[in-house]
């Protein structure tokens, strides 16, 4: 899924200077928990998170995550925008919750980090 | 490549018709409405150290002027600091389209010299583009690119290049102890690294992820330590030492969400207990040995496939 669907389906906003809406995402994951993201995401994956540390972009670029996106419409401090353009992760914003997010994204064909977890019938995924 | 790009120019021309508006632009903005003083102007301004701002109808949200600090000035030479900004600002307003090329918004600079443009999508302003914002965008779009294209040519297969009876390349960082403004730093180093070795992706996400976890383990726990990674051309070694406390209980801290992490650690999103687990898994080998008092070694081992067509000694 294009970053540009991403951010029609979410209706977000881009915060930081680095976006590109034709880069792929292929996967998505929402954490809270770094650990988490560094223990089941693949490259190539869609952060959706509520933590707008920069840390979260050290992370981000560690684990090959493609775009960050923060939910429930929090806007990230000026050291995480400045962390995301050095690291070259883009980052959204959307005033959509966590779980609503991730639905919608899911809903519209992008699959999740478990390999193993069919997608939506109508979808073709990345991972199959 | 097209023809032109060859040229640092000719590139940067064609970035200028790649990139949109709204890519670069800033999405927030301040703004004022006809309605607000001269003297709030003034204060929003230095307040959000900027040069100027839209004026925004209150009533229909549309884009009916622009205010600068010129005008202020303007105002407060005349004594006419309590009048209102709709009777001071600059009006109709020279805007920029959010879907453009940026070559456009760089023509109206050029040509009306102002420092600032409103960038409007379907009427509504969406954003504010200054030419700072271009040149920002410009520099860190060139360097990004530049990164891609060293990486794209990379020396491929260094090792099998290089010839001895044993080689081996060292990369080692020094950690501070909670040094969070830094921590992931020798990560996302020793990241570069691989990548710039043209390493496989996916081992390049293995080996940092192991180096991060440890990374942090450091940071939060220890007095301090260092990170290695050492490249063979079968394997790559992760090793992370520190100089203390060590682990009372090694079995323990091996099970997952066993944490000693503070609350604080926790709000950042790490401290459940992960890490070590987190490594293993990264990990084809793995070790870990502590002493308490004198420190921890944790050891993570991946193995490189042989690149096609070569012939590796095992």
New interface residues.
């Given amino acids: 899924m294009k970053l540009d669907e991403v951010r029609r389906i979410l209706e977000a906003e881009v915060v930081s200077g680095n976006y590109e809406g034709s880069v792929e995402a292929q996967a998505g994951c929402g954490a809270d928990l770094l650990s988490d993201v560094l223990a089941f995401t693949h490259t190539g994956t869609l952060l959706l998170t509520g933590l707008v540390n920069p840390q979260v972009l050290v992370t981000a670029e560690v684990a090959g995550i493609v775009a960050v996106v923060f939910v429930r419409g929090k806007r990230p401090p000026a050291e995480t925008v400045r962390q995301a353009e050095e690291r070259n992760v883009p980052l959204l914003s959307t005033h959509y919750t966590m779980f609503e997010a991730c639905g919608r994204l899911y809903a519209a064909g992008l699959v999740g980090c478990d390999r193993r977890s069919p997608p939506p019938r109508h979808v073709t995924s990345a991972w199959m | 490549m097209a023809e032109g790009a060859a040229t640092g120019l000719g590139r940067l021309q064609e970035l200028t018709y790649e990139l949109r508006v ?3 632009m800033s ?2 903005v301040i703004t004022v409405t006809p309605e607000d003083t001269m003297q709030y102007v003034k204060d929003l301004l230095r307040q959000h150290r900027i040069s100027g701002t839209p004026v925004i109808s209150a009533s229909d949200g549309r884009l009916v002027g622009i205010v600068s600090v010129e005008d202020v000035i303007k105002a407060a030479d005349s004594g006419s600091m309590r009048e209102r900004v709709g009777r001071k600002m600059s009006s109709p307003v020279i805007t920029v389209d959010a879907k453009e090329p940026l070559a456009e918004a760089i023509k109206k600079f050029a040509r009306h010299k102002f420092g600032r443009l409103p960038v409007v999508d379907r009427g509504q302003l969406v954003g504010i583009l200054t030419p700072g ?1 271009i040149i ?2 410009l520099l ?2 060139l360097e ?1 690119r530049y990164r891609e294209e060293v990486a794209r040519t990379a020396p491929h297969r260094v090792f099998e290049e290089l010839s001895s009876d044993d080689t081996h390349l060292i990369l080692r960082y020094l950690v501070e102890a909670r040094d ?2 830094r ?2 730093d020798a ?2 180093r020793l ?1 570069r690294g691989l990548v710039l070795l043209g390493l496989d ?2 081992v390049v ?1 293995r080996a ?2 192991a ?3 440890a990374e942090m383990n450091i940071v939060i726990h220890s007095v301090g330590g260092k990170l290695t990674g050492e490249l063979r051309p079968e394997r790559i070694l992760i090793r992370a030492t520190d100089d203390g406390p060590g682990i009372p209980d090694v079995e323990r801290a091996l099970e997952p969400g066993f944490t000693t992490a503070p609350d604080w650690i926790r709000e ?3 401290g ?1 207990g ?2 070590l ?2 490594i293993r ?1 990264c990990a084809d080998e793995f070790r870990i040995e502590s002493q308490v008092g004198v420190g921890t070694c944790v050891e993570a081992v991946l193995y490189l496939a042989p690149s096609e067509g070569s012939q590796v000694e095992g």
């Fill in positions: 709204e890519q670069v999405s927030q914002d920002a965008r860190v779009t990004r969070f403004t921590a992931g990560a996302t990241r992706q996916e996400r940092t992820v180096a991060y976890e950042l999103g790490f459940a992960m890490g687990n987190n898994n």
